[in-house]
């Protein structure tokens, strides 16, 4: 069964860039059915969506993030990343990476695959 | 954006009583043409990730008990849990996927009376 598994530093300095990685497993990016997505949750807080992105690069993201944020794809690695700059302690979260499949108008829908979700802290 | 408010933000329940919570959507999450409601629920238990429970209003996710059904249209939609299961305790979101950004509830507590 396809898989999701964020990986990155769990520690990240006011001011600099976050960096995550999404590894798909058992299961190929390059579909043409999904696209991949990024979610944030700050501890006992609700739910952030934060971007997402198809296999062929096309993105969409949260404009209250979009200044900040970079979501790429590696398909060749069966990963995609998120990038966020300048980062505040307003950014500390569980990162989440998710699965939506793509509507037949090409729509990105619902989250049905989740990854367990990396912790990130914002602290000098 | 569109702006989904949940109600209650807690709730608490005897085991086999029935369980509901509801959704309020800023807009419409109904696309016409196709007359589907852009509307999912999940679950969320304690250090785990969300679960998709149900998509378009009304549809269960793979494997969700059929204990658990969607309802509503437009702006205003349910989940009830028809018999509540120790297992059901979590915090519940909805969330439409009808425009960017995608916005979710700010999350229903459920917990056993």
């Known amino acids: 069964q396809l898989q999701l598994q964020e990986s990155g530093p769990g520690l990240v300095k006011p001011s600099e860039t976050l960096s995550l990685t999404c590894t798909v497993s058992?299961?190929?990016?390059?579909?043409?059915?999904?696209?991949w997505g990024w979610i944030r949750q700050p501890p006992g807080k609700g739910l952030e969506w934060i971007g997402s992105i198809y296999y062929s690069g096309s993105t969409y993201y949260n404009p209250s993030l979009k200044s900040r944020v970079i979501i790429s794809v590696d398909t060749s690695k069966n990963q995609f990343s998120l990038k966020l700059n300048s980062v505040t302690a307003a950014d500390a979260a569980v990162y989440y990476c998710?699965?939506?499949?793509?509507?037949?108008?090409?729509?990105?829908?619902?989250?049905?695959?989740w990854g367990r979700g990396t912790l990130v802290t914002v602290s000098s | 954006d569109i702006v989904m408010t949940q109600s209650p933000d807690s709730l608490a329940v005897s085991l086999g009583e029935r369980a509901t919570i509801n959704c309020k959507s800023s807009q419409s999450v109904l696309y016409s043409s196709s007359n589907k409601n852009y509307l999912a629920w999940y679950q969320q238990k304690p250090g785990q990730p969300p679960k998709l429970l149900i998509y378009w209003a009304s549809t269960r996710g793979f494997g969700v008990p059929d204990r658990f059904s969607g309802s509503g249209s437009g702006t205003d939609f349910t989940l009830t849990i028809s018999s509540l299961q120790a297992e059901d305790v979590a915090v519940y979101y909805c969330?439409?996927?009808?425009?960017?950004?995608?916005?979710f509830g700010q999350g229903t507590k459920l917990e056993i009376k």
């Open positions: 969330q439409q996927y009808y425009s960017t950004p995608y916005t």
């Open positions: 998710a699965r939506h499949p793509l509507h037949s108008s090409s729509w990105p829908l619902y989250f049905d695959l």
């Open positions: 058992s299961g190929s990016i390059s579909g043409s059915s999904y696209y």
